[in-house]
């Protein structure tokens, strides 16, 4: 299993771009399902979208408007892009992956990610 | 309604065996496989079991999983403390054409 680590600012303000990075060792990003998955604490889990190298990204339609999951195959990491933050982003944002969208092998620690002014 | 439901909590005595249900549409668990994960306190979420029923290696064969017609059910035998934890169904929905989470069980080994 690959190792996953999320990267990213952990305060964005209202209205700005959340954007985190998850780097991958131990394996090659050019295979399998990248996701991103965040969970409000104490809450349950919720899907954002995961990118497949040869297929291109796949988001969920309440937040396709203003998400954006890209892979960087030189720099062995992908990325999330979530456009006009609100409070309601706030969140434990992790990075993903596996051998099907529902099939997560590995996934980061999780990153705490806050929208505030 | 692509919604994945599952009871808010659960709990059992040591050595004991509990299940927690998960209850989907024939759009998602009706046509799809169920995934199961364990979130221990303060961690990320670990697959404890694939394709309905397959557990990944490492984990212990006292998790077992099923599913029937738009239901599916996560089963723990021989209830130890350290079985304390979320637990989280999953499953491809045909209609969003994505992954759809339920809401998650605490289980409470008293």
């Known amino acids: 299993q690959v190792q996953l680590q999320e990267s990213g600012p952990g305060l964005v303000k209202p209205s700005e771009t959340l954007s985190l990075t998850c780097g991958v060792s131990g394996g090659s990003i050019t295979s399998d399902y990248w996701s991103w998955i965040r969970q409000v604490p104490g809450r349950g889990l919720q899907w954002i979208g995961y990118i497949y190298y040869s297929g291109g990204p796949n988001y969920n339609p309440s937040l396709k408007s203003r998400v954006t999951i890209s892979i960087d195959t030189s720099k062995n990491q992908f990325s999330l892009k979530l456009d006009s933050a609100t409070a309601a982003d706030t969140a434990i944002y992790y990075c993903a992956n596996g051998p099907g969208a529902t099939r997560l092998t590995s996934w980061g620690q999780g990153t705490l990610v806050t929208v505030s002014s | 309604q692509s919604v994945l439901t599952q009871p808010p909590s659960a709990s059992g005595t040591p050595g004991q065996r509990v299940t927690i249900s998960c209850s989907g549409s024939?759009?998602?668990?009706?046509?799809?496989?169920v995934f199961w994960y364990q979130q221990l306190p303060g961690t990320a979420p670990k697959l404890l079991i694939y394709?309905?029923?397959q557990r990944p290696s490492g984990v212990p064969d006292r998790f077992s999983g099923s599913k029937s017609d738009t239901s599916a059910s996560l089963a723990i035998s021989g209830l130890r403390s350290e079985d304390e934890a979320d637990y989280f169904c999953?499953?491809?929905?045909?209609?969003?054409?994505?992954?759809?989470f339920g809401g998650g069980t605490t289980l409470t080994v008293l």
């Open positions: 999953a499953s491809w929905d045909d209609n969003l054409s994505g992954v759809l």
């Open positions: 394709r309905s029923n």
């Open positions: 024939s759009s998602n668990i009706g046509n799809n496989f």
